[in-house]
């Protein structure tokens, strides 16, 4: 395994051990506005959006972290043991 893999691999499990305080950072974080019934459902989003910045930043990230446990999981299919260790950060 090369050193940009292993690398790599670090990143990956570094983003990965972080979903939880993407998580709690968005509840946290996050501000629902008084949306009234005649605005249109696109301006509500966006208005959504707008005021929510970083709480969809995080959402961002948290679904990138599930994307990354997927192609992981798909990569070390069939292996009793993990193929990596990881001796030092």
Not at 19 to 38: E, M
Not at 57 to 69: D, G
Request: proline share 6%; charged share 10%.
């Amino acid at each position: 395994m090369s050193n940009t893999q292993n690398m790599l691999l670090k990143v990956r499990f570094y983003i990965i051990s972080l979903w939880r305080l993407f998580f709690l950072v968005t509840i946290c974080t996050i501000k629902i506005p008084c949306l009234q019934s005649t605005i249109p459902i696109h301006d509500k989003i966006m208005l959504l959006l707008e005021t929510n910045i970083f709480p969809t930043i995080t959402i961002i990230l948290c679904i990138l972290c599930f994307v990354l446990v997927s192609i992981t999981e798909f990569a070390w299919k069939g292996s009793c043991n993990p193929p990596y260790t990881i001796k030092a950060i």
